[in-house]
């Protein structure tokens, strides 16, 4: 098949078939005259016996095939040409197009990126994640005393585990601002078949003895920021929690773990945790079974199916549950099972949390691209009407029916296909002004954006269809007309009269206000969007900036004089930080607002016999102000209850009151065993103080609101001291950082290492 | 010439002109020729039919064409029937004597026998 030379060959079979066409037509003549007809009566007749030649000439070419190859180029050329003359209408077409195809790009990429983008790892397929489930739906994580035993006592199944760690990392000298990390098993990497891209990876001699291995790896993006793809960064040394660790190499570029959205920088050996977490406990020697910090990773040998391999894991993890501490009249709680899922498209909370969002979205904007489509559509046939003497001319001249209705279909889809390209360079501003929005303020949302084969294919098939769907109205419309009015109509004015436009007007109107109803309804929805954020919030959270403050012996405040020794810190700390200018107010408290998960969870149990699950926090004066928690009644905290000679005082939450109180005023009343007397053992007489509104929390499952009481720190019944600062700013945060950083690295020294300065909204 | 010319049925002009190049190399003005004078003036071919007809052929590799000159010395696009014209035609010829019999039969019945 040589139909592309011969496309560009095109002149050449031109010339052949009308010198093919020209020799019958000559020796029709020249028959006519040798039967007698005078030379020029011959000419006339043969050319009335031979018919329209452009015709038979098309015909000729359609018959030859290449036809279709041959005048779809003809046609773009031809729409070109049109386009470059009526270039204000193509940009308004072409603008239009590509808002409403960009969109939808937008959208898809996230979708894509989120949901779909397989993970960069070797036979994404066969991996999976383990977690468990108590009839609810999984959560993931296990202690490490946990994840150890599935490993050890397994032939089945290759586990490995791995957990995220916020790290401060120190580059010559400098503290560099709190980066993503990862402990992760020796495993870890040779499980997920990642090379590194310079140097070795984190290998199993590399995480056998707790606190033996200070080697860490970096991941591309960091390498590329803060060492400039230097290769000599292998065998370096940098801090890591303030102890020295050795880079040893660098992950791919594509590698960013296996959580959607995630980006750790620095990975390190998790036999290395208490060396990273300096201040949590020891969670390899020490484990709690409320962290369950592993995130739990597997591949079953070759012939395994994950049926025959739940069971055995199943019985080993069920005996590393500790035995339920007996309490009369609880509810039985459902049995734990273990869940071996997939994780080739990744563990993501991004999917939990804007699956529904985006889906939602991708309606809302294909709706936007329909509405454009019959804007464009009316456009067009409005232009129709203007361009009908020239299709007259055309079909005149011997243009097929269905070949004009494929010129108009190409020139549609033409303006389609640039509205697309246009689009998709949109759509990427787009997606990453989205994904900016998605993320919350602490950890940076870092997904693989870049165009791929699927979504330029689903540009592409969007775009067509877009030119399809707005073209052939009026293609079939325009093509549908009366030759003898439509060239009388070239003669006389010209132009249409004004009845056409009447309909096409009318449609106008409807689609302008159709269009606005959608702008309207999708800011509502970006509105709700925002609410879903805002939800898990109880502030104004932009203006809020925390840090982790967690000074030596702050783990260990039961320790005689710690509390006291603290306790002289906090209030000296807070003091300072309110001298900051452009600190409105600041306080402490013990929780992060969203994530509770450092609180000491308990329960209550009323006069009455009632039990109710509730938390205690840990907070200072200005607490309640500071995160926007309204007091409902009573009052809050001043620093009179932190004298530890004064009364102690708790403040409940409307959650408590209404479990506990059920409608009864709680203020005055007992505050149970949360609070204890400063230096002597066993509860304090304690009374409630005030009512605060509920703070929301978020946990896999989603928003939740639980019964909270606020204690005082010096009668708060707790070993953990750490404390998180919350300061409420006026303005730019950026002067006021490093400020803020100065303070808290001055309240104690010794610490080598505190967490991030994260605005709660950015 | 003033008699009405019947319509060349559907779906025959293809093994017309096989038949008609089958006699040997021809050009597209000869082959409309000779089938109105085999025809005794019965058939004449729209150059509009003949034309797409040829070049269709043509592509389909049943007919080979060439430029070469006429006997008058002018160029001209000579069509020549292929091995698989040849098959083609034959099958063409032996279906069309089938469909002819059974027009005929039914053509040749009594109006009771229907």
């Given amino acids: ?762 | 010439m003033t008699t009405p010319k019947p319509d060349i049925p559907q779906g025959t002009l293809d093994m017309l002109i096989l038949k008609v190049v089958a006699a040997g190399p021809i050009h597209g003005y000869a082959v409309a020729q000779k089938i109105l004078a085999i025809s005794r003036d019965v058939l004449q071919v729209q150059q509009g039919s003949l034309y797409p007809a040829l070049h269709r052929l043509e592509k389909r590799k049943l007919l080979q064409a060439e430029w070469k000159a006429t006997d008058t010395g002018r160029e001209a696009k000579f069509y020549r029937l292929t091995a698989k014209g040849r098959k083609e035609l034959e099958a063409e010829a032996l279906n069309w004597e089938h469909l002819r019999k059974a027009i005929e039969l039914i053509m040749r019945s009594a109006e009771g026998e229907v």
């Fill in chain 1, 1 to 762: 098949m040589n139909w592309w030379r011969r496309l560009f060959n095109r002149d050449r079979s031109e010339r052949q078939l009308n010198a093919e066409l020209q020799f019958h037509l000559e020796e029709q003549v020249r028959d006519y005259v040798q039967a007698g007809m005078s030379e020029s009566e011959a000419r006339r007749k043969a050319r009335l016996a031979f018919g329209a030649v452009d015709g038979i000439r098309e015909d000729c070419r359609e018959a030859q095939s290449l036809f279709l190859m041959e005048s779809t180029l003809q046609d773009l050329r031809y729409s070109v040409r049109g386009m470059r003359k009526s270039w204000v209408f193509t940009s308004v077409v072409v603008v239009s197009l590509a808002l409403g195809i960009g969109a939808n790009t937008a959208i898809f990429t996230l979708i894509d990126a989120v949901m779909w983008r397989m993970l960069p790892v070797r036979d994404p397929d066969t991996l999976l994640v383990a977690g468990y489930t108590q009839g609810s739906p999984p959560e993931y994580g296990f202690t490490y005393k946990q994840y150890r035993a599935m490993r050890d006592n397994t032939e089945i199944a290759e586990l490995a585990g791995y957990s995220p760690v916020q790290l401060s990392v120190t580059v010559d000298g400098n503290l560099e601002p709190t980066l993503e990390g990862q402990l992760v098993s020796g495993n870890y990497f040779s499980l997920l078949g990642v090379n590194p891209v310079v140097g070795r990876p984190i290998g199993i001699e590399d995480d056998r003895v707790p606190k033996g291995h200070p080697v860490a790896m970096l991941s591309y993006g960091y390498w590329k920021r803060r060492f400039a793809l230097e290769p000599s960064v292998i065998g370096r040394s940098i801090l890591v929690s303030g102890s020295p660790f050795t880079v040893i190499g660098v992950t791919p570029p594509e590698f960013f773990g296996v959580e959607v959205g995630a980006s750790p920088a620095v990975f390190v050996p998790m036999m290395m945790q208490p060396t990273v977490m300096a201040v949590v406990e020891n969670l390899l020697e020490n484990p709690i079974i409320m962290r369950t910090w592993v995130q739990t990773l597997a591949r079953l040998k070759p012939g395994v199916s994950v049926q025959q391999a739940l069971g055995p894991l199943e019985t080993i993890y069920k005996s590393q549950i500790p035995p339920r501490p007996k309490i009369p009249n609880l509810a039985p709680v459902p049995e734990r099972r273990l869940v071996l899922t997939s994780a080739a498209t990744g563990l993501s909370d991004l999917r939990r949390r804007f699956s529904q969002p985006l889906f939602v979205l991708m309606w809302i904007v294909s709706i936007v691209l329909l509405i454009a489509c019959a804007n464009i559509a009316n456009l067009l046939l409005a232009r129709a009407a203007s361009r009908r003497s020239e299709l007259a001319m055309r079909v005149a001249l011997g243009a097929g029916h269905r070949r004009l209705i494929r010129q108009l279909l190409a020139e549609a889809v033409l303006l389609a296909l640039t509205g697309g390209c246009l689009g998709i360079a949109l759509a990427q501003w787009a997606t990453r002004f989205l994904v900016v929005y998605m993320s919350s303020g602490r950890t940076p949302i870092v997904l693989d954006l870049s165009p791929d084969l699927r979504i330029l294919v689903f540009t592409a098939a969007v775009s067509i269809l877009t030119g399809i769907l707005f073209g052939l109205a009026p293609a079939l419309r325009a093509t549908r007309l009366d030759l003898a009015q439509a060239l009388k109509n070239r003669t006389g004015s010209g132009r249409t009269t004004g009845s056409h436009l009447r309909p096409g007007k009318t449609l106008a109107i409807v689609q302008v206000s159709l269009s606005l109803l959608l702008l309207i309804t999708a800011g509502l929805f970006v509105r709700s969007l925002q609410n879903i954020k805002d939800q898990d919030k109880t502030s104004e959270r932009d203006h809020v900036l925390i840090v982790r403050v967690e000074p030596r012996g702050s783990d260990q405040r039961s320790l005689p004089g710690t509390s006291q020794r603290l306790g002289r810190l906090y209030t000296d700390l807070l003091q300072r930080v309110e001298q900051i200018p452009g600190v409105r107010s600041a306080s402490l408290g013990n929780v992060s607002p969203t994530k509770p998960e450092t609180g000491a969870g308990g329960r209550f149990l009323t006069s009455s016999g009632k039990d109710v699950a509730m938390q205690t926090q840990v907070a200072y004066p200005g607490y309640f102000d500071v995160l926007s928690m309204p007091i409902l009644t009573g009052r809050a905290f001043t620093w009179d209850d932190f004298r530890e000679t004064s009364p102690a005082g708790c403040v409940i939450n409307e959650t408590f009151a209404r479990d506990v109180y059920e409608g009864e005023n709680p203020i005055g009343k007992p505050c149970g065993g949360s609070l204890r007397s400063p230096g002597a053992k066993g509860p304090a007489v304690s009374q409630i103080i005030g009512v605060a509104k509920d703070s929301k929390y978020t946990n896999h499952r989603g928003l939740y609101t639980q019964a909270v009481l606020y204690a005082p720190f010096p009668f708060a019944n707790t070993s953990r001291g750490q404390m998180i600062l919350y300061a409420r700013i006026a303005g730019d945060p950026g002067p006021i950082i490093p400020l803020l950083r100065e303070e808290v690295w001055k309240a104690d020294k010794d610490v080598p290492q505190f967490s991030s300065v994260p605005t709660l909204l950015e």
